[in-house]
């Protein structure tokens, strides 16, 4: 019974050359088996050296403060996990299913989320630096204070998302949907946002600078107070109304149609 519950779950581990104790009906359950049994089966399970967790079905898990650091969770099922301030550093969590889970103060450093689902999840203060968020779905997530240093995020989808007070210095955010996107007060110092839609995204008192906003989409933008002296634009980059002409008047066209904005005075907000 035991031993069928464990194969409907996650299989029955073959090929796995690792210890396998034996069911009643003679099947093995291999060390993987019994380590997903238990995270399947109790509320919080303290996980040592849990490294290959590929496709683990770990759905509301309690896994707050644990060390997965290089952990293989790719595509493994996340979805409304407590990770609070776990070591995911270096996880590899590609199309990783983390909807709703709760990261708060996560360590997800130099992490590979490429095409993971994080929509509504919670990563406030949690630390990004250097992880690969490639067509990652951050919609609706919260990432309010989340460290996203020179994070690739590329195509990645953060429609109505909360980024304010964030650390997006460096970052890569080229064809991005930030859509709606709470950035207030966000650091986004020399990120690249070409081709971005940032369209009724919030980033008053953003620091701007030096961004590469060529061809990013910015109509109906609240940019009051935001700092853009050095950043580059095209001639295909959509301004809010109210703000095209002081923006061609502040820059200097650099290459045909590439313009950069000058440290003037600060723009004039209707």
């Known amino acids: 019974m035991f031993s069928e519950l464990v194969s409907g779950l996650f299989g029955t581990g073959e090929g796995d050359s690792s210890v396998r104790p034996t069911g009643r009906d003679g099947s093995g359950l291999g060390f993987l088996g019994w380590l997903r049994l238990g995270l399947a089966l109790q509320p919080a399970v303290f996980v ?11 759905a509301g898990t309690d896994l707050r403060n644990h060390h997965l650091a290089d952990a293989d969770l790719t595509e493994a099922d996340l979805a409304n996990a407590d990770l609070t301030r776990s070591d995911l550093r270096g996880a590899d ?9 709760n990261l708060r103060g996560t360590d997800l450093r130099g992490a590979d989320l490429r095409g993971a689902d994080l929509a509504d999840a919670f990563l406030r203060d949690a630390d990004l630096t250097g992880a690969d968020l490639t067509e990652a779905d951050l919609t609706g997530a919260h990432l309010t204070g989340a460290r996203l240093t020179r994070a690739r995020l590329g195509r990645a989808r953060f429609a109505g998302a909360h980024l304010d007070a ?14 709606g996107t709470q950035l207030r007060g966000a ?16 980033l008053r008192y953003a620091d701007l600078t030096g961004v590469d906003l060529r061809h990013a989409q910015l109509g109906s933008a609240r940019l009051t107070e935001a700092r853009l002296s ?4 095209s001639v295909g980059t959509a301004w809010p109304d109210d ?15 590439i313009f ?11």
């Open 230 to 233: 050095g950043a580059h634009w």
């Open 48 to 58: 040592r050296h849990a490294q290959d967790l590929a496709g683990a079905r770990l």
């Open 166 to 179: 964030s650390d997006l210095a460096g970052a890569d955010l080229t064809r991005a949907v930030l859509v």
């Open 93 to 101: 969590l590609v199309r990783a299913v983390l909807c709703a889970s």
């Open 260 to 270: 950069l904005v000058q440290e003037r005075q600060e723009l004039q907000y209707c």
């Open 187 to 202: 650091d986004l110092k020399g990120a690249t946002l070409a081709h971005a839609d940032l369209a009724h995204a919030d």
């Open 243 to 257: 703000l095209a002409v002081q923006i061609l008047v502040r820059s200097e066209e650099v290459l045909p149609g």
